[in-house]
């Protein structure tokens, strides 16, 4: 996963590919949840974690176990590979991806149908991909253990509501579904077990586009659109940025900003955008212009009805937040436990590389706060939150202790 403060991860870049490629081995049969036969509502709790919905969940009765919400998977993926003895397979295959690593770092497993306890949910015939290796290491980007994602499945028979404002799902049978009070009922089309929407997306040169994008809760930036230098140029002000890792390689690309973006009725100003440079990289089954992610959808309260090809959107509480981006330059990733931070890159340029700071040191303490008593999340506020900010980071390098003064630095 890219570690960085946009955060876009690498996984999303890798795994339309991936998950077509897998769901041609998954089984026939309908994968779905639905209600406990006495309940007519559920309330499902969940953690945001540095835009990622992540719930609890068990596996054939083991666990629990931390999954991720997320409308851009087709195909529940385990990607802790320990999880095979752990869940007590009754049979599995292999099967080879191409392009994700070489020997048994191209496998994966297809499970046998798994039982999938969510509280007050009961799963039917639900399988999963189980890497052999975890190429995402979402662990070390959340600063918590993950061990999969969960998507298509979850939200195909049922009515989904996630309330950003007290971190919760509210599942139900569409019958059963009373949407918020003026919100906005939106038409979506399911293709290839994933959700579409039209929008209009305006340029700071004023150009218009309408464009089809995938509704991904499991991608952190706000939105990416695809094709962009090709068919439009890019914005007079933008910087370059390392977007993720596809299964072909890095995936570079530019960080800019668009006037506007009209989902719905919703007409949000001044979003910070994303624009791959090598289109060719990103590979979909569904011919789309771009990608919504959960760094705009947080900012409403949502409704996923896929049954009747709806999306219900109201403002939240964040509706009106600015859309910032990392000021430090700095990508970093959690390990030792969870309790260490470590720099992974340094954008050129940026306030991280005039300070100095190179790949590999570790962040020990921001303004004498040690960072073991920090939350990724912490991290990442204070990263961007006003420029010129000036910062104290205990730093160790080359085996000894340096304080340096980082002054953030707005770069679009």
Known sequence: ?????????????????????????STAKAQYFDLEKSRKRVTVPFRLVRNMIIIKLKINDQGPFNFILDTGVGLMI?????????????????????????????????????????????????????????????????????DGLLGYEF????????????????VCRPQD????????????????????????????????????????????????????????????????????????????????RINEIDIGKFKVKDVLASFPEDDKQIVTSVPRDGNLGLGILKRFDVIFDYPDNLLYLKKGVLYNEPFEHDMSGLEYYSTGNFSHVVISRVEPGSAGDLTGLEKGDEIMAINFKPVAKMTLEEIDSIFKSRDGRGLLLEIYHDKRYDKVI?????RI
């Open 1 to 25: 996963m890219l570690l960085n403060l946009f955060p876009k991860l690498k996984w999303l870049l890798a795994l339309p590919l991936l998950c077509t490629f897998l769901c041609l081995f």
């Open 78 to 146: 385990i990607t802790e590979p320990n999880l095979v003895d752990s869940i007590k397979l009754t049979s599995k295959r292999t099967i080879k991806i191409p392009g994700l690593g070489e020997g048994e770092d191209d496998e994966a497993y297809i499970s046998s149908i798994l039982k999938v306890d969510i509280p007050g949910l009961e799963s039917y015939d639900v399988s999963a991909a189980i890497l052999k290796k975890d190429h995402f290491n979402l662990s070390n980007y959340a600063g918590m253990p993950i």
């Open 155 to 170: 939200f195909a028979n049922l009515a989904v509501k996630i309330n950003f404002t007290d971190s919760t799902l509210s």
């Open 177 to 256: 579904l009373r949407p918020f009070r003026k919100s906005n009922r939106i038409p979506i089309t399911i293709e290839q077990r994933k959700p579409y929407m039209q929008t209009k997306v305006i340029f700071p040169n004023g150009t218009k586009l309408d464009a089809k994008m995938v509704i991904d809760i499991g991608a952190g930036h706000p939105v990416s659109i695809e094709n962009m230098i090709k068919n439009n140029g890019l914005p007079a002000k933008y910087i370059p940025a390392n977007l993720g890792v596809g299964l072909n390689g890095p995936i570079d690309g530019f960080i800019s």
């Open 406 to 410: 980082l002054t953030l630095k707005r």
